[in-house]
């Protein structure tokens, strides 16, 4: 049987699957019955009954699975824009000091001319 312990008082609760649902039940106290919930995010959570306090449990392998298929690729592409956008701008610095130096120059050019004109 499962057995979950408060974080908080360290009371025991024997968990049990009912129609879908996971309850958890005081091992002393048969009567008291929480029921596990999940969040948003997966995380399953109950309050405890006898200090009331909500303990967070860590994610099941089936959440886990989900977010590791999303987060990796994700992450890479996130990765990758940032990578292409440093890039991006890295060749538009390197164009505008290019064109910048060469504007210098031919404007050099000119005035040279201009002069030997
Ligand atoms: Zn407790």
């Not at 303990?55 to 994700?74: D, E, F, H, R, S």
């Not at 060469?102 to 040279?112: A, F, G, Q, R, V």
Request: hydrophobic residues 40%; contains cysteine.
């Amino acid at each position: 049987m499962n057995q979950v312990t408060c974080r908080f008082c360290n009371k025991d609760f024997d968990l049990k699957m009912k129609a879908g649902f996971f309850t958890l039940k005081d091992v002393k106290c048969k009567e008291s019955e929480v029921e596990m919930k999940t969040d948003f995010f997966g995380f399953k959570n109950f309050k405890c009954s006898v200090c009331g306090k909500i303990n967070m449990q860590p994610l099941t392998k089936g959440y886990k699975v989900i977010y590791w298929i999303v987060a990796v690729p994700t992450t890479l592409t996130t990765i990758g824009f940032l990578l292409e956008g440093t890039l991006g701008l890295s060749i538009l610095g390197m164009v505008s000091v290019y064109s910048l130096f060469m504007d210098h120059k031919y404007k050099k050019e000119l005035s040279i001319k201009t002069i030997l004109e």
